[in-house]
């Protein structure tokens, strides 16, 4: 168990070199000057040569790609990934002070996905191939295949624009998270659903639900103490694996919602070409994954005492 | 041929592929059957309701919203056609020189595999495509890019169980080539899972082109995409509803036809391949 743990930290920590060494080569090798692009916007004008090449030298543009790659490593293990080119405060900082808008929001869409995710699910199980079943089934591919920016359109277009019922866009106050909330949540609603409904079809099939049952067990206590407990595991790890799609999915919903979180930063950031903030919000965002994956691997084996991870036998 | 008959049986998915055969032909068809120019400006007709001459109205520069959206299918099917082969492609190349061959090849290839799985597929996407510019090619570079690692892991993993087998072996012993091997005894094995999982990601990978147009990195306007076409109503949703109704519907239209097909492909599979597949 110690050693499986030890074994996916190293795992880990050669995942998150691999990560600041692949932000900095994607930023290196991306094509057009950052420095023509970053002074056109603050000039407002196409800057000269000079301009050009003071500004390669402040931001140490100029020097070789093994001296560059190697500051950017130095920079990072000292937790500096840089100033932002547009407001000129320092990344990680940026970082910071948007994560909570985006934690803010990501933790109500998880607890509105749940809320829908779990009780229709097990619904769904348990009467098996009835008209809630296959409906709730329908609604869920639905869900599935719907673009989340479009719903959040629609949700605007309706909610906001017609009933005035939510603001369409900012933060601050409760009523500005419910739409934002919904889009994202209800898009993972819909494969958690799935997941719930086959995870305890599964479960109700096992063994320990039969002898639990012949031992004479009330169904009560059958499907909430022996079937549901055990059929939350999936669910759960599938949920820790979300993190970084709800990351994903928060960029496009802070965007239309005009959100202030880290999503709609990095989108600026990409339009605006702001290079140390596009690298040092990817990295972080990927460190904030891999932490996350690691979290939930090790949970997992505390949760289901089946699970043996055994080194040795393993290759 | 036990997987069609099964898959027969299965409505949604036969629904699934009548719907994108529907869809594929008015791809092919369109300029017959669109009843106006999809580019074409009428700045007298700007931003109107849907009506007989316009059944799905016009825009806010007067181009007909219905030719527009089946012009859409054109984009949206070539280009998730092209993204996928380049993901297959890139996924089993990689895939099978790394199970096959082993060694050195393999731990470095895992090893980047994990680390562009460390990133959130849709942040990575969005960077490259944003950084090499707004264009649809580029958006089909960028999902090429990082989709193809879900493939190379799940194609090395049958490539390793299969060149285990008696008849690798034998043919090994008979003096065949390795390229000989590959060709006509790993590839054939490998290649099913590879396209179910094709199939079960058309609607993501349709679903990852329309959002990257709506953020504008991806279709250019006057380019009829779904996505772009969103991007572009969206200042007029309060007076033209019907400009972010239409192309919106197409998507999840689209989407849910191949998740119907792709659920059927993968009920229909034995067990075996099911574990394989479930990421």
């Known amino acids: ?315 | 041929m036990s997987l069609y008959l099964k898959l027969k049986k299965d409505k949604p998915a036969m629904l699934g592929i009548v719907i994108i055969i529907f869809f594929a032909s008015i791809a092919v068809f369109a300029p017959y059957i669109a009843p106006h120019d999809p580019l074409e400006l009428n700045l007298e007709e700007r931003l109107l309701s849907p009506s007989v001459d316009h059944p799905m109205g016009t825009d806010n520069l007067g181009r007909d919203v219905l030719s527009r959206v089946l012009y859409g299918t054109r984009v949206s099917l070539s280009m998730s056609a092209a993204v996928v082969t380049i993901i297959m492609v890139l996924g089993i190349t990689i895939g099978t020189v790394a199970g096959y061959f082993g060694g050195v090849v393999d731990d470095v290839t895992m090893r980047v595999v994990d680390v562009l799985l460390a990133f959130p597929s849709i942040i990575l996407a969005l960077v490259i495509a944003g950084l090499l510019g707004p264009s649809l090619t580029n958006v089909m570079i960028a999902l090429g890019a990082i989709w193809w690692v879900g493939y190379s892991r799940i194609v090395r993993g049958s490539v390793l169980s299969i060149k285990e087998k008696e008849f690798v072996e034998a043919a090994r012993a008979m003096g065949c080539s390795d390229t000989y091997i590959i060709r006509r005894h790993i590839l054939p094995n490998v290649l099913s899972p590879v396209i179910v999982l094709a199939t079960l990601d058309m609607g993501h990978i349709i679903l990852s082109i329309a959002a990257l147009s709506f953020l504008g990195l991806g279709a250019q306007p006057p380019i009829p995409e779904w996505g772009a076409m969103l991007n572009e109503g969206k200042p007029f949703m309060e007076s033209a509803s019907h400009l972010m109704i239409f192309p919106g519907l197409m998507i999840m239209i689209t989407v849910l036809a191949f998740n119907f097909i792709g659920d059927g492909l993968r009920d229909a599979l034995d067990p075996r391949m099911q574990e394989m597949l479930i990421k």
């Open chain 1, 1 to 315: 168990m110690k050693k499986y743990i030890a074994k996916r930290l190293a795992i880990a920590v050669i995942v998150m070199l691999g990560a600041s060494l692949l932000s900095f080569l994607l930023l290196y090798f991306a094509p057009g000057n950052p420095a023509h692009a970053i002074l056109t916007a603050q000039l407002g004008h196409d800057p000269s040569l000079e301009e050009v090449a003071f500004f390669m030298m402040k931001h140490d543009l100029n020097n070789p790609f093994l001296v560059q790659c190697s500051q950017w490593l130095y920079m990072i293990t000292h937790l500096n990934l840089g100033t932002s080119f547009r407001t000129g405060e320092p990344v990680l900082m940026e970082f910071l002070d948007r994560f909570p808008a985006t934690f803010e929001l990501a933790f109500t869409s998880m607890l509105i996905a749940l809320l829908i995710a779990i009780p229709v699910g097990i619904l769904s199980a348990l009467k098996q191939n009835s008209i809630l079943d296959h409906s709730s089934r329908l609604v869920a591919l639905c869900g599935v295949s719907m673009p989340n920016f479009w719903l959040g359109l629609v949700l605007i277009m309706f909610f906001s624009l017609k009933l005035g019922w939510f603001p369409c866009f900012g933060y601050g106050t409760a009523s500005h998270l419910v739409l934002p909330a919904i889009t994202l949540g209800t898009g993972l609603a819909a494969p958690l659903m799935r997941l719930m409904r086959a995870s305890m079809l599964e479960v109700l099939r096992q063994d320990y639900i039969r002898t639990a049952r012949s031992k004479g067990l009330s169904e009560h206590l059958v499907m909430w103490k022996h079937g549901l407990k055990n059929a939350l595991i999936p669910v759960i790890t599938h949920m820790g694996m979300q993190t970084g799609h709800l990351l994903g999915g928060a960029v496009i919903v802070e965007t239309i919602f005009a959100w202030p979180g880290v999503g709609k930063f990095l989108v600026d950031g990409i339009y605006a070409r702001d290079y140390p903030v596009i690298q040092g919000f990817v990295l972080v965002i990927a460190l904030f994954f891999v932490l996350s994956n690691l979290a939930v691997d090790i949970l997992y084996t505390y949760l289901d005492p089946r699970i043996r991870y055994d080194v040795e036998n393993k290759k």
